[in-house]
């Protein structure tokens, strides 16, 4: 098996303020089960630093990020993390985070 580590990292507010609490989760697609992962997020903050693998021949991920919220509306912010934010070692991808910013997720609705 062959690792794929990456970082993401970003902030959620509504009306200018972080979010308190969130519960968050990542998706990797695989052939069978897919790899899901669930987080609690506080302050609004997203800042994980972990890896993953896919199968035997394809060592790519397919990796989705996930955060629904209640700001306005009841949306999901969605992204997909791209082969470009994964790498074979841990400092590689501390190196280079997906970071998607703030995000106002009022502005989503
Ligand atoms: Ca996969
Ligand atoms: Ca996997």
């Not at 970003?10 to 609490?21: F, N």
């Not at 800042?47 to 919220?69: A, K, Q, R």
Request: charge should be negative; hydrophobic fraction near 30%.
């Amino acid at each position: 098996m062959h690792e794929k580590h990456y970082v993401i990292l970003g902030k959620i507010l509504c009306h200018g303020q972080p979010v308190p609490q969130f519960i968050w989760k990542t998706i990797e697609r695989d052939d069978n089960d897919d790899d899901v992962r669930e987080y609690t997020g506080t302050d609004g903050l997203v800042n994980i630093n972990t890896f993953d693998w896919d199968g035997f021949f394809n060592y790519d991920l397919e990796l989705e990020l996930h955060i629904p919220f209640e700001c306005d509306c009841k949306s999901e912010f969605f992204r997909n993390i791209g082969t470009d934010y994964q790498f074979d070692t841990q400092r590689e991808a501390q190196a280079k985070p997906y970071d998607f910013g703030v995000i106002e997720l009022s502005s989503l609705c």
